[in-house]
């Protein structure tokens, strides 16, 4: 008897230990859900947004902070896709795009027309932005366009398809 509780004992605070371990990092794991912006944070770019635009149509001269702010709400637009893609982005990122075009920013306004493509095609602002692009005269191919060409081997430079 004795030996087998001293094999038991240990054996079961091992076993103890063990499951310890697991199960709170299952758990965890289980409760790590993506979380989408917040409406308040959300609320807070579409405000910075609309600050800075106003500011392009009034004429006034965007100070460094202000150009900070820019390029600080487009990393954070930037980072919160890479959690989830919202719809509720898309105006910011045209809005975005306007800004960067009237400031003389061809290469960021057409990276935030591009994504507005790539990401939300089915909102209204899938439209206006292929308008623009095209305006700009950056080439746009139809997905369904690219892969009747990759599959022929016509375009085979690699190219994004914009």
């Known amino acids: 008897m004795k030996k087998l509780l001293s094999f038991l004992i240990p054996f079961l605070l091992m076993l103890g230990l063990i499951l310890n371990q697991v199960l709170p990092a299952d758990a ?3 409760s790590v859900k993506k979380k989408g912006i917040s409406q308040e944070t959300l609320n807070e770019y579409q405000t910075k947004v609309d600050d800075l635009t106003k500011k392009i149509y009034e004429r006034e001269l965007y100070t460094p902070e202000d150009s900070r702010a820019l390029i600080e709400l487009k990393l954070q637009l930037d980072n919160q896709m890479d959690v989830m893609s919202e719809a509720t982005f898309a105006p910011l990122y045209f809005k975005l ?8 920013n061809e290469a960021d306004a057409i990276t935030c027309y591009k994504t507005i ?3 939300f095609s089915d909102t ?3 439209p206006k932005s292929r308008d623009i692009l095209e305006e700009m005269g950056v080439e746009i191919k139809n997905p369904i366009q690219e892969e009747d060409e990759n599959e022929d081997g016509s375009d085979s430079n690699g190219d994004d398809g914009f």
């Open 97 to 104: 795009g306007n800004i960067f075009r009237m400031r003389g």
């Open 124 to 126: 209204a602002y899938g």
């Open 117 to 119: 493509l790539e990401n």
């Open 28 to 30: 965890a794991k289980k």
